[in-house]
């Protein structure tokens, strides 16, 4: 497709989905997973980020979670969460994302899914405890009042997503006219599927990347920039074609 065909879509759509993940908050200073430079090139997903690393040793999984809610606490949203945020001036704007920095909320976006959940959160493991916790622990892993240990409110490998947020996610995917897709090496389940659903049904798709994916074949238009000036460029172009 074009660039014109995609602007006359996006000069008529109603409702956008953005997909995104960990390259929108790099800029921030949020490392990503995958990539020279990822976190799982250094650490085994599966001793840090998966329920049987948790059983087999909260204190570990809870020293690493603590350093990355240290970091995510002092880490600012960057133009292009800020971008996504400005698009509300001018349609529906859902943001679908698998980040768990809470990012998008802070640059103003109304509307986020998060299908992975927040680091800022936790949760019991044995009652129904669920809170805000943005603060470092005293002590590791932390405890609930009812004597549990309490957990990072995130999906872990081999975890499900919650329903609810999954259901909705699939709903907006379905609704949007043009989704975009930031930030993201699209191999992770079930996240991974939303852009077909979106296409499926007659959505425009692009994806921003400095790096090819493997779904970038099933594109519409790829744009190879950093995410800070691609959405930065693309509120610019609603602002012209709109605002
Ligand atoms: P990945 O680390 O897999 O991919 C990050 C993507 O961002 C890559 O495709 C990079 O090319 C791209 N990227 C890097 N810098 C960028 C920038 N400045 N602007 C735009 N893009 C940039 O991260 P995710 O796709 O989010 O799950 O990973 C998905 C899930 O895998 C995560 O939610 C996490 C992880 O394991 C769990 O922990 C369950």
Redesign the pocket.
Known sequence: MSFEEISERLKRAEKVAVV?????S??SGIP????EE???RRHD?MKL?SIEAFRDNPGLVWQWYEERRANIRSAKPNR?HEALADLERFCKVSVLT???DGLHQRAGSTRVLE??GNITRVKCTACSFKDEAAGRFPELPPRCNCGGILRPD????GEPLSVEIWQSAIQEAYACDVMII???????SP?NALPAFARRAGAVLVE????E?EMSREMNLSVR????V?LGRLAELMERLRG
């Open positions: 995104t993940g960990a390259g929108v790099r800029e990503t997973f995958r990539g990822g976190l799982w997903p980020a292009g698998q980040n768990i299908l992975h995130v999906v872990w490998f930031a930030g993201t090496s699209l191999v992770v996240a921003v990347n400095p790096e994916t920039e950093v995410s800070s691609a």
